[in-house]
């Protein structure tokens, strides 16, 4: 199979003004991952699907992630002049990465029997109206899995069929697989007086 | 069913007209036997005829993923034989598997062989109980289901000698499994393997060609290799609509290189067809036990390095995936490097093989709903997690 350079160039070959980027994994594993934008995704997929040496036509797994605004710390060293010594200095400076919602898929080749090529979506912002575009049109094995993440994410999928809570009854408000849901402390129908 | 699910909708003809007859909206499930545990379908009839179908679930969601995320790595393994509570086993492993890349953990040979024996056992009795249920679901009350469950019976009583229970194992570890075989255990699966041919053949000379069997199920909820592929079915679903996709074969994941297997196809991709390719199936997971049951090396069963307590993966992400019974099982797991995982993602196959089910009964009777549900092989515990 290809590598993921080159699955990139011929998306941006292939679907004009695409923009897409390759998130690295450091872990062991080493599945890194392609993140699209969300104007070229649904052309972008179907370019996956059909395009030849690649026939992903397969989405395995179609998960979100939760991750809220975070302070990242990053070191590094700055030369500083004190006292008319140069010195070199350890700094630390604290970036602060606003809050996303995360959609990941797994695809794979059961024509060519080859993957898994990982797909990226992000949201602007963890709001409630966060949105991405749905790809169950290019595959419908996101169907249900879509759902659960609108239902456990709260992320709107545009251009799904059938987009309402699947394991959460209707009518429930909240969305659990959040960072920061707190289920509720007590149950008033068993609280003890 | 119950009486006040029950809701009279005017029937309109494709103009929007009112017909004469009128469609029935009912409720099936979630007690009704048929659906194998807490599981509804939202049915709107014509006569007899299916014209809609929503499947309903969610009724045992504990959200899973969740309390995999507060807890620490070791912790959820355990919890996994909940998944799929007929096959825990094979729920340990695709855990364990998926935890071994994140952190590139080794297994030692012999755990490996102990883990393809596992799991092809649990195959075995998964498809037994399937079978069964399924002829269950046709009226062929009791004696199908009880000759499966009698086989089934030797497989478990190998497993709680094994791990200590029948079918919430918790049996394996990252980087091999909990405890080596007990005195005896070997002799025991090469005698419950050897006398399982004779039962096969019994049970297929009594099912296969059956007259009310092939009236039930034969051109019974077709589904076509594209639609398979393209919503993502796997497992013996796939295979019986004709797509040769078999992980074990994909992947080669642990030993599995080492033995020499076919992968049964279908034909039609119908019921019978998805009966067949399992009782196929046995056979051939029959041909790797008796290999791996012969030629179990010794040595030892989890890798001394390996640390269970205080493990802490360094940062990344990984997704693997095993064949189990019922299809694909996938974890997907993102560390951050703190002993409790950041994502804890489970990929249920019979979750993702109810897609279809309404493609598959459209136009059918509700009779025929029960025995194509009874074919996908769901459990409730993997669908709701």
Redesign the interface.
């Known amino acids: 199979m290809e590598s993921l350079e080159q699955i990139k160039h011929r998306i941006e070959g292939a679907v004009a003004g695409a923009r897409v980027e390759i998130i690295t994994n450091p872990g062991p594993a080493g599945q890194h991952s392609l993140l699209l934008d969300h104007a070229h995704a649904l052309r972008v997929a179907t370019f996956l699907r059909e395009g030849s040496g690649l026939r992903l036509d397969y989405a395995s797994n179609v998960t979100g992630v939760d991750w809220p605004e975070t302070v990242l710390k990053e070191k590094r060293k700055v030369k500083q002049t004190i006292e008319g010594v140069e010195r070199e200095i350890e700094e630390t400076i604290e970036r602060t990465r606003p809050g996303f919602l995360e959609v990941v898929y797994h695809l794979y080749s059961m024509e060519l029997k080859q993957g898994p090529v990982v797909l990226r979506l992000r949201t602007g912002d963890r709001a409630a109206s966060a949105r991405v575009p749905s790809l169950t049109p290019v595959w419908r094995g996101a169907e249900f899995q879509e759902r659960e993440i609108y239902d456990l994410y709260g992320v709107i999928f545009e251009g799904h069929p059938d987009l309402r809570r699947i394991l959460m009854w209707e009518g429930f408000e909240d969305y659990p697989m959040r960072k920061d849901y707190a289920a509720p402390v007590e149950n008033a129908a068993v609280s003890i007086a | 069913m119950s009486a006040r699910d029950f809701q009279v909708i005017p029937r309109l003809g494709p103009e929007g007209e009112a017909l004469d007859g009128e469609q029935l909206e009912i409720s099936m499930g979630p007690q009704h036997p048929s659906t194998h545990g807490v599981f509804r379908m939202d049915l709107l009839l014509d006569g007899e005829r299916v014209t809609r179908l929503k499947p309903v679930?969610?009724y045992l969601?504990r959200?899973h993923?969740?309390i995999g995320e507060s807890t620490t790595y070791l912790g959820s393994m355990p919890y996994t034989d909940r998944l799929d509570y007929f096959c825990s086993l094979t729920n340990n492993w695709a855990y364990a598997l998926t935890v071994e890349?994140?952190?590139?953990i080794q297994v030692p040979e012999r755990a490996e062989y102990l883990r393809v024996i596992t799991a092809e056992l649990t195959r075995l009795q998964n498809h037994l109980s399937l079978a069964g249920f399924l002829l269950q679901d046709m009226g062929a009350s009791g004696t199908p289901l009880m000759y499966a469950f009698r086989e089934r019976e030797k497989i478990l009583d190998l497993f709680e000698s094994l791990t200590g229970a029948r079918m919430m194992c918790n049996y394996m570890r990252f980087g091999g499994c909990r405890c080596d075989l007990p005195a005896g255990w070997l002799e025991q699966a090469r005698a419950v393997v050897g006398e399982f041919p004779r039962f096969l053949d019994e049970f297929q000379a009594l099912l296969d060609e059956n007259e009310i069997l092939m009236s039930r199920t034969q051109g019974v909820g077709v589904l076509s290799a594209a639609?398979a592929?393209?919503?993502?079915?796997?497992g013996p679903m796939l295979r019986a609509s004709g797509?040769n996709?078999d992980i074990r074969k994909?992947d080669r994941y642990g030993i599995y290189d080492r033995f020499e297997f076919r992968v049964p196809l279908g034909d039609h991709g119908d019921v019978y067809d998805r009966y067949l390719v399992r009782v196929l199936e046995m056979r051939e997971s029959l041909k790797i036990l008796e290999p791996a049951l012969r030629d179990l090396p010794a040595g030892p069963v989890l890798d001394p390095k390996t640390k269970l307590r205080g493990f802490r993966?360094?940062?990344?992400?990984?997704?693997g995936?095993i064949e189990s019974p019922k299809g694909?099982l996938?974890f997907?797991l993102?560390?951050d490097g703190s002993p409790n995982p950041?994502?804890y993602?489970v990929?249920p196959p019979s979750?993702?093989n109810?897609?279809?089910l309404e493609d598959l009964c459209l136009g059918r009777q509700v009779a025929d709903v029960v025995v194509i549900l009874g074919s996908v092989d769901i459990v409730l515990g993997e669908v709701?997690?």
């Open positions: 679930f969610g969601h959200n993923e969740k890349k994140l952190a590139g639609l592929v393209n919503a993502g079915v796997t797509v996709y994909v993966p360094k940062p990344g992400e990984a997704y995936r694909e996938g997907f993102i560390s950041y994502r993602r990929r979750f993702i109810l897609t279809i709701d997690r």
